[in-house]
């Protein structure tokens, strides 16, 4: 801001200075216009109306340039663009007074609000005496412009138009080359996502390609494959045509033996006829023998009572010959007797065999039909002999039984239990536990199930003959002792008595130890166990490998022995 004493009010203005542009004596004019009798006013505005003329027509540029901010009025409303601009200007700045210096105007603090500016610039609009002077100044203005003048004038709005038209034929090219660079950036984007499409449809080919190659390779594997499964398919065939021929002579094989084994079982048939008829006659002589000793006895007595021993000693002779002969008939009937019960044993283990072949040669015919049914399609595999004999009926040698009358008996090569000869304590045992009987020089097994008071068991030193002394009670049990030594295994109650070694690891008859109170290490006699997978040597002592007590709950027998007395 310039210093105070070099500025003026601009109504005390009384010559323009010579820097102003057109423009600002322009704006003084306009505000200077607004003022009614003010004498300085006046001077003033006659000043700057002067030295706007003079600008005007020295700088026809800048009056064009100012013409143009005012365009919107046409050639010869000078006037209107005059009234415009103070309406302009006053609505801006209000009454506030204007100074001026060397450097231009000072025109205050513009208005605050929109309505002050609308009521300024309405009432410099509506002052009559702005109106004249805006258009007595706009005269001496047009009349300031000579031919010369008018010509440069319009030269330059013929410049004006033509650099206005330049500029927005550039805008426009401008605005086209902005259209293009975006349509090139648009195409750049498309054309890089088509390479993009382009390269992942290459990836794709190649992986096409690669599918084919393997899918060929699989093709010619499948190929071969196939080649090779037919060739297996017709060795198959070939074995199977050798195998039908195996199974009709297995088959004619297995009705010989059926014949055969009919003939067995006739054969056993009377071999048990003839037992049974050889077991009466024993009866017989064994009823015989009886009257002879009575004989004999009442010959004796006789001969105390009559004194003849003449007599009395050749009818003893008599009887005594009668009963030689009939104690050697019945000494024969026995041999006889043990000899038919060998051969029906033999008879017995004989069938059993037959029957087990023939299961077997059925379970493999059947198998080979199978096979042979499916050999166009997959391999079979047959199922063990063993597994199929498993579901097949009880063989005849069970269902016949022996002779000693119960339905537990059990072969003679099972395992069975060993019982202290002089026990008269009840031991447990498990109702499956196997006990050997005697019966006329053959031994027989019975399951503890089968024992009722009065039966016979062979004691353990395989000598001895013990007595079940009352009814076996079925008792309760919660856990059992489970002894291993080896390959032989024993199930048994904790409370039962088990023989085993002394101290010193000799074997004495009377020592037995209960089976819960066991552990591995210790010597046990192993004909004393059960459920044996062969039978064992008598005498023979082993190491427990393990004793394990689990808990089971099961029925359990006590039975108290006492000795035989015959």
């Not at 047009?142 to 004038?153: F, L, Q, T, V």
């Not at 070939?238 to 039908?244: A, L, T």
């Not at 043990?338 to 077997?360: P, S």
């Amino acid at each position: 801001m310039p210093p105070q004493s070099q500025v003026t009010y601009l109504y005390d203005l009384t010559e323009v200075p010579a820097g102003w542009p057109l423009e600002t004596v322009i704006d003084t004019f306009v505000h200077l216009a607004a003022y009614t009798n003010h004498g300085r006013a006046d001077r003033a505005r006659d000043a700057v109306s002067r030295r706007l003329v003079e600008l005007w027509a020295s700088r026809p540029e800048e009056a064009q340039a100012w013409l143009m901010k005012w365009e919107r009025f046409a050639k010869g409303q000078l006037s209107q663009a005059l009234l415009r601009h103070g309406a302009a200007e006053r609505g801006k700045y209000g009454k506030t007074t204007w100074r001026f210096s060397e450097a231009g105007l000072l025109r205050g603090e513009p208005g605050d609000s929109a309505e002050e500016h609308e009521h300024h610039a309405a009432w410099y609009l509506q002052q009559p005496h702005i109106h004249a002077r805006c258009r007595e100044l706009a005269e001496r203005l047009e009349a300031a412009d000579g031919p010369e003048m008018n010509s440069k004038r319009q030269k330059l709005e013929e410049e004006t138009s033509l650099r206005r038209r330049l500029e927005a034929e550039l805008q426009k090219s401008q605005e086209e080359g902005r259209q293009v660079s975006n349509r090139l950036a648009a195409a750049e984007v498309q054309v890089s996502s088509k390479a993009t499409e382009l390269q992942a449809a290459q990836s794709e080919s190649a992986k096409c390609k690669e599918q084919c190659e393997e899918l060929a390779n699989r093709t010619a594997a499948a190929e071969s494959a196939a080649a090779e499964m037919r060739q297996q398919l017709r060795q198959l065939q070939e074995k199977h045509s050798k195998c039908q021929e195996r199974c009709e002579e297995l088959l004619a094989r297995l009705e010989a033996e059926a014949v055969e084994h009919a003939s067995s079982q006739e054969r056993l048939s009377q071999a048990e006829s003839d037992a049974a008829g050889k077991e009466v006659e024993l009866r017989r002589l064994q009823e015989e023998s009886r009257g002879f000793r009575e004989r004999c006895q009442l010959a004796e007595a006789r001969f105390a009572e009559a004194g003849s021993q003449a007599e009395l000693q050749l009818e003893n002779a008599v009887l005594q010959k009668q009963l030689e002969k009939a104690e050697a008939e019945r000494a024969g009937m026995l041999g006889q007797l043990l000899d038919v019960r060998e051969e029906r044993g033999m008879y017995k283990e004989r069938i059993r065999q037959l029957e087990h072949q023939l299961c077997a040669k059925k379970q493999v015919q059947g198998s080979h039909q199978l096979s042979g049914a499916r050999s166009g399609h997959t391999l079979h595999c047959e199922a063990p002999v063993d597994e199929a004999s498993n579901n097949q009926e009880p063989d005849l040698a069970e269902q016949l039984g022996d002779d000693d009358g119960t339905a537990s008996s059990v072969l003679s090569h099972s395992s069975w239990f060993s019982l202290k000869p002089d026990s008269m304590k009840p031991q447990c045992f498990m109702v499956d536990a196997i006990f050997k009987t005697r019966s006329f020089g053959a031994d027989f097994f019975l399951m503890g199930r089968d024992l009722k008071k009065g039966s016979q068991v062979v004691a353990g030193d395989d000598a001895a003959i013990l007595e079940v002394a009352k009814k076996p009670e079925i008792c309760d049990a919660s856990e059992v002792v489970e002894l291993q030594a080896g390959i032989a295994t024993l199930r048994v109650t904790p409370d039962h008595l088990v023989q085993v070694a002394d101290a010193k690891g000799e074997v004495e008859e009377s020592l037995y130890v209960e089976a819960g109170k066991l552990k591995a290490g210790d010597l046990v006699m192993l004909d004393s166990g059960e459920g044996l997978a062969m039978p064992l040597v008598k005498g023979d002592a082993a190491a427990l490998t393990s004793v394990t007590i689990r808990p089971l709950a099961c029925q359990v027998m006590k039975i108290v022995f006492e000795p035989y007395l015959p």
